[in-house]
């Protein structure tokens, strides 16, 4: 199995500019959690999805911030418009059934909006 | 106030030292995860707990619910074990810990 999957593995964008992130899933898992870690804030939970349908956005910082996940295989997190105080590193993370499981981490992509 | 304290931030130990890192919360939680995370950025999850004790290989994850309290422990330590260690509960919703920060020293 690949594991989770992310790309870019590294964004850079000036600021005002769209940024969508990408992500693929375990095979069969029902779960996906997008994450965003920052020195000031460390690991903080954007959004989480249950068998496609978001069950948690109340991490999502601002209308800025959308995700969605049109299929069991993929889920995109996009920033419009991007600000240099969204720069950090974006996880996303997968586990078998609820949020209660072991969850199965991406490798990140870093972002840099200048 | 945060709902979930780490301790203790930072740790340096000798290679084959015994190795305890606490988690404390205060918020009713479903589960309780402790992640790694290397120098190079990727994170593992470590451990999945509701109750009682988990073992895999040199590492021992204990939580006691009525305490609200739980420990990351590493047997014979090993500088690759050098590392990010965060702890994480979920419930209604997830808190995660600021990390704690373990170098081992050949």
């Known amino acids: 199995d690949a594991g989770v999957i992310q790309s870019p593995r590294h964004e850079v964008t000036e600021m005002g500019q769209e940024v969508t992130l990408r992500c693929k899933p375990i095979?069969?898992?029902?779960?996906l959690f997008w994450y965003r870690q920052t020195m000031m804030r460390g690991l903080e939970l954007l959004i989480y999805?249950?068998?496609?349908?978001?069950?948690?956005d109340s991490g999502m910082p601002e209308d800025r911030f959308s995700a969605k996940m049109p299929n069991a295989s993929f889920s995109t997190l996009k920033i419009q418009p991007s600000e240099p105080r969204d720069s950090a590193v974006y996880f996303c993370?997968?586990?078998?059934?609820?949020?209660?499981?072991?969850?199965?981490f991406g490798p990140g992509t870093r972002l840099t909006v200048l | 106030k945060n709902e979930v304290e780490q301790s203790p931030q930072n740790l340096t130990a000798q290679e084959g030292e015994f190795i305890t890192i606490n988690c404390s919360y205060s918020?009713?939680?479903?589960?309780l995860h402790w992640l790694q995370q290397h120098p190079g950025g990727g994170i593992v999850s470590l451990f999945m707990?509701?109750?009682g004790k988990k073992k895999h290989g040199r590492l021992i994850a204990t939580i006691n619910i009525q305490e609200k309290h739980s420990s990351l422990h590493i047997t014979a330590s090993h500088p690759r074990d050098s590392a990010v260690y965060i702890c994480a509960v979920t419930g209604n919703q997830f808190y995660f810990g600021t990390g704690t920060s373990l170098t081992v020293i050949p």
């Open positions: 993370a997968s586990s078998l059934t609820t949020r209660y499981n072991e969850q199965f």
């Open positions: 707990l509701s109750s």
């Open positions: 918020v009713g939680i479903s589960a």
């Open positions: 095979s069969g898992h029902n779960s």
């Open positions: 999805f249950n068998n496609n349908v978001p069950i948690d």
